[in-house]
């Protein structure tokens, strides 16, 4: 138990499995977690101090009961739709948190990449429901300016899939809108990290392995990177800028990139909360040593999180789907960390719900769900 932590108190954004290690390293540290959820999937409710059945997005309530629970901190990991709650949270309460213009920022994918290629930051070129006609050419991709998961992702390669694609991605939206992209062909990483005071400190970049269109759901999740140091250190300033730009200066974030075949660096989203699919929550703690989650607590209540970060062990997270699935007779026993199976098989991969298991490890070099 950290004593200057214990007796502490912290509203937690979400009730959900992905929110459920928060709540058990709470525990650990001796923090009182008050969280608030819809009742349905809510598992961290047996788990914390006292649960809330408020939905995240609304947002008075939260307020209103944060304030009589005299609450010193607040925080929700691998969550988009907890941000803005999140920031309007500690605005309201005085509580350390980034600004609601920076939850917008990082909630709202136009808003974030208009913001990204004005600070002079490398994009893809993107386009809104209304100049979606002066796209460049096929194939797209389109998005729901709100959503995460690869909820309503679609590649696109005619205008009938375009406008099918879109009145999708506006009725999956939260706020009915959608983003246009223009399809890159490339490899996709991403980046952990904490900032404090404004001060950002890269954790891990994780090497992913993704379905192939039109949906794009990721399978593996690996660190440490095997990119080249140069191109990792050219990675780890563009995060810093990334963030810096969506005025990021308090917790974990989570950035993603795209890395072409001819050394293209693009940025393609930015999180202000750790990474899900246990990026966060497992692997750069089996893969550095570095309590991430306890870190997230502590930068909530004003504690120091500055740490030395060091490559321990390769980590990993493999997902059994329509792809594939995992194949155990190439994963030494000694290396599984967790095993799980999450639902039943799906015929088709649309989203990362439709996956059915995971597998995370740990050992001496990178495995895959089909290769020794």
């Known amino acids: 138990m950290t004593e200057s ?19 058990l390293k709470a525990n650990q540290l001796g923090v009182e977690t008050y969280c608030f959820a819809y009742e349905e999937g809510a598992v961290c409710r047996e788990h914390c101090t006292e649960f809330f059945p408020i939905s995240i997005v609304e947002v008075e309530p939260i307020v209103e009961q944060c304030r009589k629970l005299a609450i010193d901190g607040v925080t929700s990991i691998a969550s988009d739709v907890a941000v803005p709650t999140m920031a309007r949270v500690a605005a309201e309460l005085g509580l350390i948190g980034n600004s609601i213009e920076s939850a917008h920022l990082c909630t709202h994918k136009l808003a974030m990449k208009r913001r ?61 809108e959608c983003i246009i992209e223009a399809f890159v062909t490339a490899s996709e990483i991403s980046v952990e990290s904490m900032s404090v005071d404004g001060h950002h400190e890269v954790l891990a970049i994780t090497d992913k392995v993704i379905s192939g269109p039109p949906s794009f759901v990721e399978l593996e999740h690996h660190q440490p990177t ?43 989203e930015l999180g202000a909360r750790m990474g899900g699919d246990f990026i966060g929550s497992h692997l750069v703690q089996l893969s550095t040593g570095y309590d991430f989650l306890q870190a997230v607590i502590e930068a ?58 995971y597998l995370i490890y740990q050992h001496s070099h990178r495995l895959t769900r089909g290769t020794p």
């Open 5 to 23: 932590l214990s007796g502490k108190r912290i509203a937690v954004i979400g009730a959900g499995y992905l929110q459920l290690p928060l709540v």
């Open 116 to 176: 990204l290629r004005a600070q002079g930051l490398p994009v893809a070129d993107f386009w809104d429901e209304q100049t979606a006609a002066s796209a460049s050419g096929f194939p797209l991709v389109v998005k729901p300016v709100d959503r995460s998961g690869s909820a309503a992702v679609r590649l696109v390669r005619n205008q009938a899939e375009l406008d099918e694609a879109i009145e999708n991605a506006k009725a999956t939206s939260l706020s009915g």
């Open 226 to 268: 095997q990119l080249p140091e140069a191109m990792k250190s050219r990675v780890e300033v563009l995060t810093k800028a990334a963030l810096d730009a969506l005025e990021v200066t308090t917790g974990a974030a989570h950035t993603e990139f795209l890395l072409t075949s001819d050394g293209e660096v693009l940025v393609t």
């Open 300 to 357: 909530s209540l004003g504690a120091d999180v500055t740490a030395q970060i060091g490559e321990t062990a390769c980590s990993g997270v493999l997902f059994a789907s329509a792809e594939g699935e995992i194949e155990l007779d190439n994963i030494p026993k000694s290396a599984i960390v967790e095993q799980k199976t999450t639902g039943e098989r799906k015929s088709t991969l649309g989203r990362s719900g439709d996956r059915h298991g």
